[in-house]
C-alpha cells in the first residue's frame, strides 16, 4: 500500500520505517527541510536502538523516501498518517492541537481519490470529528474516512513495540477504511496482535486511559514504595506478590524516581484538560499527577538525609539522566529538577550519561559532563543510579571509587543491598 506518514518524529519515523519494512512504499514527509535531507543521507535525529539499520535498509531497497513536499506526498499516497506533535499548550494544561490542524487544512487540498487520514499522533476525544469538519470544507465525505489509529511505542523500544504489539486499535465509523486497515496490519495480527476495531472516539480516549493508567501504577507502586522504606519491607516482593495475580499484571509495577518522558506527564495533564470541558472530575488521575510531582522532592529527601543534611562542597556523580534508558530523550527527567536544586545547595555534580552531554545542564552552576562512568564517580561522597542503562548493571565500585567513604543511592535497583556491601560502600536504594 502507499503510505504518507505527516511528521518525521519518534512516532512518524519509527511508524514509517516499520511499515516500510512490512512491504509498503511509504513516504515520510517534514516541513523541517534540514531534517530531510539528513533523513535522506540514513542522518536519524533521534537515539533509537536498531532504527537506523532500517531505515538504512528501507531506504536502499526504495521502500522508504523522504519528501518536504506536504500536497504531493498526500496524493500519491492512500493512507496518510499525521504524526505531527501534540505537546501541553504555553498556557493551561490542554494538547495543543495547532500542528494537527494546519496539516489536515494541507491535506484537504490534497484529495483527489480517496484516502483514509489517520491520527497516529495522541489526540484528545473529539479530534478526529474536527478533522472531519475541516476535510468536508473541501470534500465529499465519500472521498475521505479520518480514523484513530493510536500508537502504543516505548521510546527505547519501538521496533519491537510496532513489531509484536499487544494490540492494534482502530477507531474508525466505517467498514470501508477498516478493512483496508485490517489488511494493512494482517502481518502483525497474523503474528498474534490482537485487532480492536471501535469507534473513533474511543480510539482516541483508550491512547490516554492507558497511559493514564501506566502512571497510576507506576505512582501507585513507588507511593507503597516509600512505606516499605519506613516498614523495612522490599518493595520488590511486594510487585511480584500483586504482579502474579492476573488482574493486576506485573509490569510497570517497578519504583523508581518520578516518571518523566513526553507521553505521560504530558497524557495526563491533557486527559483531565478534556474532562473538565465534559465537566467530568478525574480525581485518581489528578492525584497521580500530584504524588508523581511530589516524587522527585521525597528523593531529594532522602539525599540530604543520606548526607547527614551536609550537601554543600558534597561531590555527587549521577550516572544516567535521561528519563530511561535507551534513549537521548530528556524530557520531564526528574534528573531535571534533582541537579539544579543540588547545584543550588551547593553540590558540586558530574554526570555521565552515554547519550553524553546535555545542553538542559550546560548553564547550571558547578554542573560539569564527564565522557566515563570512571570520571564521573572519581572522588565522589555520593554516586546517584539515576537511570537504568546497562552500562549501569555490573559496575566494580571497588576498582573506582577510593574514598570508602562514598555512599552509592541506587534509584532503579539495580543492584543487591548485599553486592555494594561486600565491595565496602554503604548502599541506599528505593523501597528497600
Ligand atoms: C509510554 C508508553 O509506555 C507507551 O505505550 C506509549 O506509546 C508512549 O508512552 C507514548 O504515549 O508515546 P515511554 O514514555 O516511551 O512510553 O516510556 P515508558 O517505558 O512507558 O516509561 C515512562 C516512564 O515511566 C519512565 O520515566 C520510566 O522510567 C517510568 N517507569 C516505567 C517506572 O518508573 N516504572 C516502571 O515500572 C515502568
Same mark, same amino acid.
Given at each position: 500500500?502507499?503510505?504518507?506518514?505527516?511528521?518525521?518524529?519518534?512516532?512518524?519515523?519509527?511508524?514509517?520505517?516499520?511499515?516500510?519494512?512490512?512491504?509498503?512504499?511509504?513516504?515520510?514527509?517534514?516541513?523541517?527541510?534540514?531534517?530531510?535531507?539528513?533523513?535522506? *543521507?540514513?542522518?536519524?535525529?533521534?537515539y533509537e536502538p536498531g532504527l537506523s539499520?532500517?531505515?538504512?535498509?528501507?531506504?536502499?531497497?526504495?521502500?522508504? !523516501?523522504?519528501?518536504?513536499?506536504?500536497?504531493?506526498?498526500?496524493?500519491?499516497?492512500?493512507?496518510?498518517?499525521?504524526?505531527?506533535?501534540?505537546?501541553?499548550?504555553?498556557? /493551561?494544561?490542554?494538547?495543543?492541537?495547532?500542528? &494537527?490542524?494546519?496539516?489536515?487544512?494541507?491535506?484537504?487540498?490534497?484529495?483527489?481519490?480517496?484516502?483514509? &487520514?489517520?491520527?497516529?499522533?495522541?489526540?484528545?476525544?473529539?479530534?478526529?470529528?474536527?478533522?472531519?469538519?475541516?476535510?468536508?470544507?473541501?470534500?465529499?465525505?465519500?472521498?475521505?474516512?479520518?480514523?484513530? @489509529?493510536?500508537?502504543?511505542?516505548?521510546?527505547?523500544?519501538?521496533?519491537?513495540?510496532?513489531?509484536?504489539?499487544?494490540?492494534?486499535?482502530?477507531?474508525?465509523?466505517?467498514?470501508?477504511?477498516?478493512?483496508?486497515?485490517?489488511?494493512?496490519?494482517?502481518?502483525?495480527?497474523?503474528?498474534?496482535?490482537?485487532?480492536?476495531?471501535?469507534?473513533?472516539?474511543?480510539?482516541?480516549?483508550?491512547?490516554?486511559?492507558?497511559?493514564?493508567?501506566?502512571?497510576?501504577?507506576?505512582?501507585?507502586? @513507588?507511593?507503597?514504595?516509600?512505606?516499605?522504606?519506613?516498614?523495612?519491607? *522490599?518493595?520488590?516482593?511486594? +510487585?511480584?506478590?500483586?504482579?502474579?495475580?492476573?488482574?493486576?499484571?506485573?509490569?510497570?509495577?517497578?519504583?523508581?524516581?518520578?516518571?518523566? /518522558?513526553?507521553?505521560?506527564?504530558?497524557?495526563?495533564?491533557?486527559?483531565?484538560?478534556?474532562?473538565?470541558?465534559?465537566?467530568?472530575?478525574? +480525581?485518581?488521575?489528578?492525584?497521580?499527577?500530584?504524588?508523581?510531582? *511530589?516524587?522527585?522532592?521525597?528523593l531529594l529527601d532522602r539525599v540530604y538525609?543520606?548526607?547527614?543534611?551536609?550537601?554543600?562542597?558534597?561531590?555527587?556523580?549521577?550516572?544516567?539522566?535521561?528519563?530511561?534508558?535507551?534513549?537521548?530523550?530528556?524530557?520531564?527527567?526528574?534528573?531535571?529538577?534533582?541537579?539544579?536544586?543540588?547545584?543550588?545547595?551547593?553540590?558540586?555534580?558530574?554526570?555521565?550519561?552515554?547519550?553524553?552531554?546535555?545542553?538542559?545542564?550546560?548553564?547550571?552552576? @558547578?554542573?560539569?559532563?564527564?565522557?566515563?562512568?570512571?570520571?564521573?564517580?572519581?572522588?565522589?561522597?555520593?554516586? &546517584?543510579?539515576?537511570?537504568?542503562?546497562?552500562?549501569?548493571?555490573?559496575? *566494580?565500585?571497588?576498582?573506582?571509587?577510593?574514598?570508602?567513604?562514598?555512599?552509592?543511592?541506587?534509584?532503579?535497583?539495580?543492584?543487591?543491598?548485599?553486592?555494594?556491601? !561486600?565491595q565496602g560502600f554503604k548502599y541506599y536504594?528505593?523501597?528497600?
Open positions: 500500500m502507499k503510505l504518507c506518514m505527516i511528521g518525521t518524529g519518534y512516532v512518524g519515523l519509527v511508524s514509517g520505517t516499520c511499515f516500510a519494512d512490512l512491504g509498503n512504499n511509504v513516504i515520510c514527509v517534514d516541513k523541517d527541510k534540514k531534517k530531510i535531507k539528513h533523513l535522506s *543521507n540514513a542522518n536519524i535525529p533521534i539499520e532500517l531505515v538504512l535498509k528501507n531506504y536502499k531497497n526504495k521502500k522508504l !523516501t523522504f519528501s518536504t513536499n506536504l500536497k504531493k506526498s498526500v496524493k500519491d499516497s492512500d493512507i496518510i498518517f499525521i504524526c505531527v506533535g501534540t505537546p501541553t499548550k504555553k498556557k /493551561g494544561s490542554s494538547a495543543d492541537l495547532s500542528q &494537527i490542524y494546519n496539516v489536515s487544512k494541507e491535506i484537504s487540498s490534497s484529495i483527489n481519490k480517496f484516502k483514509i &487520514i489517520i491520527t497516529k499522533s495522541t489526540v484528545p476525544v473529539t479530534t478526529g470529528d474536527q478533522i472531519e469538519k475541516i476535510l468536508s470544507k473541501k470534500n465529499s465525505k465519500k472521498k475521505f474516512s479520518v480514523v484513530s @489509529n493510536p500508537e502504543f511505542l516505548r521510546e527505547g523500544e519501538a521496533i519491537r513495540d510496532f513489531t509484536y504489539p499487544d494490540r492494534i486499535v482502530i477507531g474508525s465509523n466505517d467498514k470501508k477504511s477498516n478493512n483496508i486497515l485490517k489488511n494493512l496490519y494482517g502481518p502483525l495480527i497474523s503474528k498474534g496482535a490482537q485487532y480492536v476495531h471501535t469507534t473513533r472516539r474511543a480510539a482516541e480516549l483508550i491512547k490516554y486511559a492507558s497511559n493514564s493508567f501506566l502512571a497510576t501504577k507506576i505512582t501507585f507502586i @513507588n507511593e507503597i514504595a516509600n512505606l516499605c522504606e519506613k516498614t523495612g519491607i *522490599n518493595v520488590e516482593d511486594i +510487585s511480584i506478590g500483586m504482579g502474579l495475580d492476573k488482574r493486576i499484571g506485573g509490569r510497570f509495577l517497578r519504583a523508581g524516581p518520578a516518571y518523566g /518522558g513526553s507521553c505521560f506527564p504530558k497524557d495526563t495533564k491533557a486527559i483531565i484538560s478534556t474532562a473538565d470541558k465534559f465537566k467530568v472530575n478525574l +480525581s485518581v488521575i489528578k492525584s497521580v499527577i500530584k504524588s508523581n510531582k *511530589n516524587r522527585s522532592n521525597l538525609e543520606i548526607l547527614n543534611k551536609k550537601i554543600k562542597n558534597k561531590k555527587i556523580a549521577f550516572l544516567g539522566v535521561t528519563f530511561k534508558a535507551n534513549t537521548d530523550d530528556m524530557r520531564d527527567s526528574s534528573s531535571l529538577s534533582m541537579i539544579p536544586t543540588l547545584s543550588k545547595k551547593g553540590a558540586k555534580i558530574k554526570y555521565f550519561d552515554p547519550t553524553g552531554l546535555k545542553d538542559e545542564f550546560k548553564k547550571i552552576k @558547578n554542573v560539569s559532563y564527564e565522557n566515563s562512568i570512571r570520571k564521573s564517580v572519581e572522588g565522589s561522597d555520593l554516586v &546517584i543510579i539515576h537511570t537504568e542503562w546497562n552500562d549501569f548493571k555490573s559496575i *566494580n565500585f571497588k576498582n573506582l571509587i577510593k574514598n570508602k567513604k562514598c555512599i552509592i543511592y541506587d534509584m532503579r535497583n539495580i543492584y543487591s543491598a548485599n553486592k555494594i556491601k !561486600t536504594s528505593v523501597g528497600r
